[in-house]
C-alpha cells in the first residue's frame, strides 16, 4: 500500500469505514482475497484507501480468531434461551448449558484450520502478506 494513497484521504472519510454494510464488508475482503490492490478495490467501489486497508486488517484479524467465532456461537445459542438469562447466574448457566449443547466435533474444525490460517502469517514473517 502506498503511502500517497494513505494521506490522499482526508480524515473525516474515514468516519464511511463505520457506515458500511456488512454486505460491503464482505465484497471489499473477497476481492482482496482475490488478489487485487488497496489501490484497485478503491477505484472499482469508490471508498477511500483507508477503508478498504481496515476493512480488510479487520477482517483478517477476526479470521485469525477462533476464539470470537466460539463466543458467537455461544452468544447466538443464548440469546436463542427463553426466557432469557436475567442474572449473572443465568447467564453462567446458560453459557454452560450452551457450551455442552455444541456438538461433537465442534472446535474441531477451527482447530484444524490454524496452520491454513497461519501458514500465510509464518511465510511473511508476521508482514502483511498477498493473498
Known amino acids: 500500500m502506498s503511502d500517497k494513497c494513505i ?3 482526508p480524515a473525516a472519510a474515514m468516519a464511511c469505514f463505520q457506515d458500511l454494510s456488512d454486505f460491503e ?4 475482503a473477497s476481492v482482496r ?3 487485487h490492490s488497496i489501490s484497485e478495490v478503491a477505484m472499482k467501489f469508490g471508498f477511500s484507501c483507508t477503508a478498504i486497508s481496515q476493512v480488510y486488517r479487520e477482517y483478517r484479524v477476526s479470521e485469525m480468531n477462533i476464539i470470537e467465532d466460539i463466543r ?10 427463553y ?3 436475567c442474572t449473572p447466574m ?10 455442552c ?3 461433537p466435533g465442534y472446535l474441531q ?3 484444524e484450520s490454524m496452520p491454513r490460517r497461519f501458514t500465510p502469517l509464518l511465510y511473511a514473517g508476521g508482514c502483511p502478506s498477498r493473498y
Open 7 to 9: 494521506r490522499s484521504v
Open 25 to 28: 464488508h464482505g465484497v471489499i
Open 33 to 35: 482475497e482475490m488478489g
Open 72 to 81: 458467537d456461537a455461544l452468544l447466538h445459542a443464548v440469546e436463542k434461551r
Open 83 to 85: 426466557p432469557l438469562p
Open 90 to 99: 443465568d447467564l453462567l448457566t446458560a453459557l454452560q448449558d450452551s457450551w
Open 101 to 103: 449443547e455444541f456438538p
Open 109 to 111: 474444525r477451527p482447530v
